[in-house]
């Protein structure tokens, strides 16, 4: 009945009338145990709703409207308020589909299956939007090393919907970020509420794959600042989808202990990183950044190296390490300019996509 517009008390009201059509105030107050006054506010309510009116035989009391008719004028009134809601509703749905084709974002677009943003608050809209529509897996690569706060705090709410949702959320992180107490704080958490969190010494550049549907990268992994694609080809996500399966084999959860050395060769993942860098021609300050550690730790793992081999140059570094076989095992990931983790935080703070919130980016 509630439904119809009766409350609780004119539904009580209205089924003693139903048994007796003319009690009158006092019996019905009586009969529900009720103060007269409540009894004469709910008959008045009901006569509001055409259910009783005033009794043409007997001055100052009410009958009961035949329900047959009292009933069904109730039935059809509330299906002409459903009938102009709807009709609101299909207008509002008109007038926000003219807003979206309207929307500034998209005039950026290219194509269905690749579409550019720039631009902070674009590309956190989108992300946002995607994280949100999420349905079976968020996939992150988050190179980079330390993450900033603000852009971590920024993830969280979308992290955590994920989870709730049932989503299966995995990041991949640089190995870095364990001496950074902030992004392993929060590697930590999502771990807690049911995402699993990996690491690597060295990763490809940043990208979030939704669904396997959907995959956001950097237009430029060197020049963050330039924006974004999000690509839906099924070809190129699948081929996202595979690097990431490859690399998510070859990460080391984040809980387990940092592997120290690795057979045969005793190199840590990290030394081996620096070393297949080094061997590609990098200088000290990209392989920082592709490691996520500072400038000296960089210096200080390849000092290292090159006294292990009893090397007087890199040059002569890279031929040992060729006759030792220790170039090309360790994770041909390719990288990105990213931020000082290890002994120093990240000052780029500003550039999209590595300050883009998460669900994510890995902030």
């Given amino acids: 009945m509630g439904q119809l517009g009766l409350d609780a008390d004119a539904e009580a009201v209205y089924r003693i009338l139903l048994k007796r059509p003319r009690a009158g105030v006092a019996e019905i107050a009586q009969g529900l145990d009720w103060p007269v006054e409540r009894a004469k506010l709910t008959l008045d309510g009901l006569a509001e709703l055409t259910l009783v009116r005033n009794s043409s ?12 008719f009292g ?20 207008a509002t749905r008109l007038a926000i589909t ?8 998209d005039q950026e677009a290219q194509t269905d299956e ?11 809209s989108q ?16 190179p980079g090393g330390a993450q900033t706060e603000a852009a971590l705090e920024a ?3 979308l992290d955590r ?15 870095s970020v364990r001496n950074d107490p902030a992004t392993l704080n929060y590697a930590r958490w999502l771990n807690d509420i049911g995402g699993e969190v990996r690491v690597l010494p060295q990763l490809p550049p940043r990208m979030i794959i939704f669904d396997r549907r959907a995959a956001i990268v950097p237009i430029d992994p060197e020049a963050a600042a330039r924006g974004v694609l999000i690509l839906r080809g099924s070809g190129v996500v699948t081929a996202l989808v595979s690097l990431f399966r490859q690399t998510w084999a070859r990460a080391q959860p984040l809980g387990e202990t940092r ?18 860098l080094l061997f590609e021609g990098h200088t000290d300050d990209v392989v920082a950044r592709k490691l996520g550690v500072s400038v000296r730790t960089g210096r200080r793992i390849t000092a290292d190296l090159m006294a292990r081999l009893g090397a007087r140059s890199r040059y002569q570094a890279g031929a040992l390490a060729m006759e030792r076989g220790w170039l090309g095992n360790g994770s041909d990931t390719g990288g990105e300019s990213g931020a000082d983790g290890g002994e120093g935080r990240a000052a780029d703070t500003g550039d999209a996509p590595d300050a883009v919130p998460v669900a994510g980016s890995g902030g």
């Fill in 161 to 175: 919907a994920a989870v709730e949702r049932g989503v299966q959320v995995r990041y991949i992180y640089l190995d």
């Fill in 57 to 68: 035989e007997e001055l100052g009391k009410i009958r009961l409207v035949n329900p047959e």
């Fill in 98 to 105: 003219q807003m979206l084709t309207e929307y500034g974002d």
């Fill in 259 to 276: 592997t120290v050395t690795a057979e045969p060769d005793g190199l840590t993942r990290q030394e081996q990183a620096v070393l297949d």
């Fill in 127 to 142: 992300i946002e939007r995607l994280a949100q529509g999420a349905e079976s897996r968020v996939e992150v690569f988050a």
């Fill in 114 to 124: 690749v579409r550019r943003y720039t631009g902070l608050d674009a590309i956190n």
């Fill in 155 to 157: 993830a969280r709410p």
């Fill in 71 to 90: 009933l069904a004028g109730l039935l059809q009134r509330q299906e002409r308020e459903l009938a102009q809601h709807q009709q609101a509703v299909a």
